[in-house]
């Protein structure tokens, strides 16, 4: 088993930063792929970024590209999220998801582990 949790969210003006970690606990996190989704009122979740277990491999979803940067810190057991020039559409419950199966089971939002959420909210 592996633990997630979130943290970082808040409120921010557009055009602002905010920079999301998801701590894991449990079975070795460095050799999961890891990705954050998320989910606004109303709508369905989405994929937003995944990395590779190695950090070597990362995907953006169209929307965050340019925006959002993916990483990790194996050492500490940590995924991230730098997100920049932050639009009022970002605005959702953030998600972190994990997978030993690998980037593509991760990116299809299947992944066998997910945290509880944080919350975004871009005010414009």
């Known amino acids: 088993q592996v633990q997630l949790v979130e943290s970082g969210g808040g409120l921010v003006q557009a055009g602002g930063s905010l920079r999301l970690s998801c701590a894991a606990s449990g079975r070795t996190f460095s050799r999961c792929a890891m990705g954050w989704f998320r989910q606004a009122p109303g709508k369905e979740r989405e994929f937003v970024a995944a990395i590779s277990w190695t950090g070597g491999s990362t995907y953006y979803a169209d929307s965050v590209k340019g925006r959002f940067t993916i990483s990790r810190d194996n050492g500490k057991s940590t995924g991230n999220l730098q997100m920049n020039s932050l639009k009022p559409e970002d605005t959702a419950v953030y998600y972190c998801?994990?997978?030993?199966?690998?980037?593509?089971?991760?990116?299809?939002?299947?992944?066998?582990?997910w945290g509880q959420g944080t919350q975004v909210t871009v005010s414009s």
């Open positions: 998801a994990a997978d030993f199966r690998g980037i593509e089971r991760v990116k299809s939002g299947n992944g066998d582990y």
